[in-house]
Structure formats: structure tokens, C-alpha cells
């Protein structure tokens, strides 16, 4: 029986995992993320799976190579944290987990905006206290604004589609347009200049690191609402922090940060030493963060499972690889 190593598992993860197996597969669940330190864990096994804050550089891949892996099978869409060159350069097969459920991620990304648009975060605090005061709590009709999505894959179409249902025009950047939407599309600074809301839906890659940053952040409007569940590295935080206080833009919800490895996913409550600009982040009444949540609903971890499973599946029996993972464009 072929044995895989999960590194960064959760007890969802397991409890998916487990119940999609029917037991071709020894599966062995570790909390600890794939790194240097934590390489000795793969040992004796054929296969890695790892998730979005696992380090898969050069230095990782080659110690995987030298334990005899085979397969990273990665059970999350993006792959900007994989060498991939180094892990074909080492004969190591990398496949991804590429639509689990892009409902879920773009109605998380709606929940973010209708939060902060309407203070729902803060209602919330304050009526446990007995506190029933609407000041402060005013928020702007969606309603014949304008939403701005930065990739329009299947993601942004659906987060379109129910910027759509508010009566909101769309706007649009996309590599590859797919007419007959409703969107139109556009160039980014078209989009930083006129959207009431900014959604951003596309990979992490070298090109467009930081995409969102000092310059264009100064194009957006003053109340408009920067939204990003994709990738935190989209994001250049210390610009998203100046713009903040200096009231250039009116307010971000973020389920990524750029430096959220070290962070997200476990319990940091009584961490004394911690992430400047993140903590600063938290601490503002005009920012969400919810810790990489989107992709978590009952049927987006019952398609990564069923999913990364099947890839295991074709892998080791020579099937044709339909997921594997390429160079972004």
C-alpha cells in the first residue's frame, strides 16, 4: 500500500480524507508544515501532499527527492509556493487540486465586503455588550456601483455574477476575456480609478507580485473596499497600511496576507512577538482578516479530497496527468 504524507493537516483534512480513501492509500496526517526541519516525516513514503503555507523550494524538493518521493500533490489550487523547476529538475511529479469549489471562495469574498460595508463585525461586539447605537455603523448602497474583479477566471465570474445580483456594473481584468458575461472589460487602472469595489481572483506569479501597491492604491476612490482571497503577495502590505491611515482608500477585507506562513492556521492568542504590520492590520476598525478561509465549506474539502485522491490515483497507475502543475504564464 502505497503511504502518502500530509504535512499541515488539519482535523478537516483528516476527516475528508479519510472518508474519500476507502483505505487504497496509508494515509499519515501531520500538524507540522513541510520544511527543512520536518523532511525526516516523508520518510518512507511515496508521496507528499501539502497546502498553501508549506515551503517546497529547492532545498525541500532535494530532500525529498533523497527520501524517494515521487509525487507533491498539492490539495489547493495555486502552486507559488513550489520550485517547480527544481522539483521536474529532480524527477518529482507535481499535480494540483485545479477548481474544488470556486463558489465557495467567491461568496467568501462577498461575505468580507458586505461585513465591512455595513459594519456587521462591529454591530456584532457591540450589541453582546447591550450596546443597540447605530453611529458609526453607516455604510453605501451597492446598488448601481461599480465592482472591479482582477482575474475573471471561474472565481471572478461567479464573485461578478453576485456583484451582478446587487445591480452593480462589473469591470474586468483579464489575460483571457470570455465574452457574453456582462463584464466589461478593461486595464487595472481603469478598474483602481472607477470601482467602488476592488476583488482580487488571480495566481500569484513573479510578474505580478505586488500588484496592488503604492501607486495604484492612490488611484482608488476614498470609501471604495479592496477585497483579495487569492494570494497575499498580490498585496504590498506596508502600502495597503499607509493607504489605510492616511484615508486614501475606505477599507480591505483580506483572507491572505503576504507574510501569512508563520501565521495562519494555528493559535497565536498568547504570542507576545508578533507580525508588526499584520497586528497593525487587525487592529484597524476598516480591515478584516480572516486567517485563509475561503476555500472551507463542507463541499470544497470533499472535492479537494475526492480530487487530489483521483490524482494519487493516476500517478500511480501511469493514467494520463490532467492536474499536473506548469509554469504560470
Not at 520544511?35 to 532535494?62: M, Q, R, Y
Not at 504590520?277 to 465549506?297: G, K, R
Not at 463541499?299 to 479530497?305: G, P, T, V
Amino acid at each position: 500500500m502505497k503511504k502518502i504524507a500530509f504535512f499541515g493537516a488539519q482535523s478537516y483534512d483528516r476527516e475528508a480524507f479519510d472518508a474519500a480513501n476507502n483505505g487504497r492509500y496509508e494515509l499519515r496526517y501531520f500538524r507540522t508544515r513541510l520544511a527543512p526541519t520536518s523532511l525526516p516525516l516523508s520518510d518512507g513514503c511515496d508521496a507528499v501532499c501539502a497546502f498553501v503555507n508549506d515551503t517546497l523550494n529547492k532545498e525541500v524538493i532535494a530532500g525529498l527527492k533523497v527520501r524517494g518521493i515521487k509525487l507533491i500533490a498539492m490539495r489547493c489550487a495555486g502552486y507559488n509556493n513550489v520550485d517547480l523547476k527544481a522539483a521536474y529538475d529532480e524527477g518529482i511529479t507535481v499535480v494540483r487540486v485545479p477548481a474544488y469549489s470556486p463558489y465557495a471562495v467567491a461568496e467568501h469574498a462577498a461575505a468580507l465586503l458586505l461585513t465591512l460595508n455595513r459594519h456587521l463585525h462591529k454591530a456584532a461586539a457591540r450589541t453582546r455588550d447591550y450596546n443597540f447605537s447605530l453611529n458609526g455603523l453607516t455604510g453605501f448602497d451597492l446598488h448601481e456601483k461599480t465592482a472591479g474583479i482582477i482575474g475573471a477566471g471561474k472565481i471572478g465570474r461567479i464573485f461578478g455574477d453576485i456583484m451582478k445580483g446587487f445591480g452593480m456594473k462589473v469591470l474586468a481584468f483579464d489575460h483571457f476575456p470570455v465574452e457574453g458575461n456582462g463584464f466589461e472589460y478593461c486595464d487595472m487602472d481603469r478598474i483602481f480609478k472607477e470601482a467602488d469595489v476592488i476583488s482580487l481572483h488571480c495566481p500569484l506569479t513573479q510578474d505580478n507580485h505586488h500588484l496592488v501597491n503604492a501607486e495604484n492604491l492612490a488611484m482608488m476612490k476614498k470609501n471604495a473596499i479592496l477585497i483579495n482571497t487569492s494570494r497575499g503577495g498580490l498585496i504590498d502590505s506596508d502600502a495597503l497600511l499607509n493607504a489605510l491611515r492616511e484615508g486614501q482608500i475606505g477599507g480591505a477585507g483580506l483572507d491572505v496576507y503576504e507574510e501569512e506562513g508563520e501565521w495562519f492556521y494555528d493559535d497565536h492568542s498568547e504570542t507576545i512577538k508578533q507580525n508588526k504590520n499584520l497586528s497593525l492590520l487587525v487592529s484597524m476598525p476598516n480591515v478584516i482578516i480572516t486567517s485563509h478561509q475561503a476555500f472551507l465549506t463542507h463541499e470544497a474539502l470533499s472535492n479537494i479530497a475526492t480530487i487530489t485522491l483521483k490524482n494519487l490515483d493516476d500517478f500511480f497507475s501511469g493514467a494520463d496527468l490532467k492536474s499536473r502543475a506548469v509554469a504560470y504564464s
